[in-house]
Each structure stands twice: as C-alpha cells, then as structure tokens.
C-alpha cells in the first residue's frame, strides 16, 4: 500500500499533482489543514509498502520517518523547509532545499525535468515565490494573461489551505488533489466554466475584501502587525492576506494574527521580500512555532506574547 503525504496548500498539493501525472499511483492520501505538519505519524507503518512526503518538515515529522525505515520501507522525501538531520538509509531518498526562492514544486519540477511546468509555475506563485514564477514563466514564453492566470490559481489553492480545520476550508485538500490531478494542464481548468478556479476566486474575493479591513495592532519601520478575527473567512484568509502585504511593502516584516477560541492567537510572518531570511527561525523561539527562512507561522501564541513576538520581529529585521 502506498501512501501519498503533502500539506494541504498549493505547494504540497500541486507537487503531488506533477509526481502522480508523472506516475500515476494508487495511493492513500494523508493531508490536511496548511498548518497541520505532523503528518507522517498519520502512516500506518504495517500496511506501507512506499511512502512519499512532500512539503511538511523533516524536522517536524522525525521520529515517524524513523518508524518507516526502521521497518524497511521506502521513502521519498522532497522538502524545502527545516531539515534538522537526515537520516542515513538506503531506504530514505530526499530532494531537500530550504533555498528562500525555491519551493517543494519547484523541486518536483526539476526532478521531473519541466514535465508540467504550468503547474510548478501556479504553485510558485502561490507559495510567493514570485521572482522564481517569473523567471520560469518568462523562460516558457507565457503572455501576461497566462502568468496573470497562473498567479491568481496558485494563490486560491493556497488561500484554501488556511483553517482551524477542514471544515473551514472550501475542499479539503484531499479532494482538491483529485480534481487537479485530472488536468496535465492548469490552463484546461481555468478555461472549464464553474471550474474548482472560479469557485475559488469567488471565495477569496470575498474573503479578501473583509481582510483588507484588518485592524493594524502595531507600525513601525521594519515590521506591520494586524489583527484579525476568531472567524473562518479569517482563518482562510490570514496567510494569502499576510502574502499581499508583503508584496506591497517589500521592505518590511508582516505578521497577520488571527484570534483563536482560546483567545491566544494564531499567527503568520512573512520576512520582507527584499530580505528573505530569519522568519522560521524567530518562530521557532516561541512554542509552537517553525516554519522556513521566508515565511513562518505560530500556532498558538498567548495573548501576553503578542508584543515580545512584535519586538522580537521589529529587532531581527532593524
């Protein structure tokens, strides 16, 4: 039995989608909510016959992947975030990069020599890779109306991978593989009336709209806080909307947090674009928290914490 493990947003998802056009495989599918990493122990160990993992943290998923090849199972892991140490094993076969400007798909892509490099491109986009996206689309001779498509896709899949759960989402990302995967082409969905695409571009216009009213906790020259609510077109919203902001002010560090039932706080930070680097590793300082050098979250942040998370972002980047 073989097993398909990804995160639940537009890297993961569209990196499964290159492999299994590639090579279509009967497999179950282990996913969920973007920030629901801890996948790997989702595996049952006795009925794996192969594993792959895409776009969730070695660092994170550690002693699970040791289960799997201390009982002799094959692995492919393709990653671009914290690694911590890899193991040594024959069984273990690992395409890792934690580069800022590339991302899981892009690593599919190359293992896959361009195969379907429309959909690498939309997952770049989507995971703000954009210079990489760009570099890719230019190379590919895309119009402005076909990168202008692709970007805008790559950011609803990764919109629908924000939540509490799955039940926040608009398609789990389960589902939503499976419809994308019938396509070799992103171009031939867009193009399909009432498609996955426009059933999400309505969702997060939407959603976006009420975002953009986001009450700003905190300002200064190196960092910009907003608060957003305890509400699941928030949720959905929290990490793209952390994404736009970076790209309208490229000098500057953006943290988006959304309250939780608890009343701690949920939170994405994106480094600024022009220095792609330190986010996972400021996160990583407080509990719950990881992620890569570019962008980086924390999942569960008390109240009290919130100014020493802001201080510590405003010194990291001054």
Known sequence: MHFDVFNGDADG???????????????????????????????SVEKATSVTVLDISMEKNAEALLKLLNSKVP???????????????????TI???????????????????????????????????ASAEFLAE????????????KSFGI?????GYGRSVDDLHF??????????????????????????????KAYNQDMQMARNAK??????NCLAVELPDEAWARRASGV?????????????????????????????????????GAGDICAQFPTGGGRAAAAGVNKLPAEMITVFIEAVSQYYA
């Not at 279509?24 to 996948?39: H, M, Q």
């Not at 190379?139 to 692709?150: A, P, R």
């Not at 994405?268 to 022009?274: G, V």
């Open 13 to 43: 998802i569209i990196a499964l989608v290159q492999l299994r056009l590639a090579e279509p495989k009967e497999s179950v599918l282990i996913t969920g909510v973007k920030r629901d990493i801890s996948l790997v122990q989702n595996i």
């Open 75 to 93: 692995v492919l892991y393709i990653d671009h975030h914290r690694a911590g140490d890899i193991p040594q094993s024959d069984k273990l076969q």
């Open 96 to 130: 890792i990069d934690t580069d800022a400007n590339t991302c899981t798909s892009l690593l599919v892509n190359s293992y896959l020599n361009n195969q379907f490099i429309n959909w690498a491109i939309a997952a770049a986009y989507g995971d703000n890779m954009i």
């Open 139 to 150: 190379q590919e001779g895309l119009t402005e109306l076909q990168k202008s498509q692709l």
């Open 156 to 160: 609803y899949i990764n919109y629908n």
């Open 172 to 201: 789990s990302p389960d589902e939503l593989f499976l419809q994308l995967v019938e396509y070799s082409d992103p171009f031939e969905l867009i193009a399909e009336e009432n498609s996955v695409f426009h059933q999400l571009e």
């Open 216 to 221: 700003v906790i905190a300002e200064n020259d």
């Open 241 to 277: 909307y952390g994404n736009e902001l970076a790209n309208q002010s490229p000098e500057k560090a953006h943290i988006v947090f959304t309250i939780n039932t608890d009343k701690s706080y949920t939170l994405s930070l994106r480094a600024p674009l022009n220095n792609k680097q």
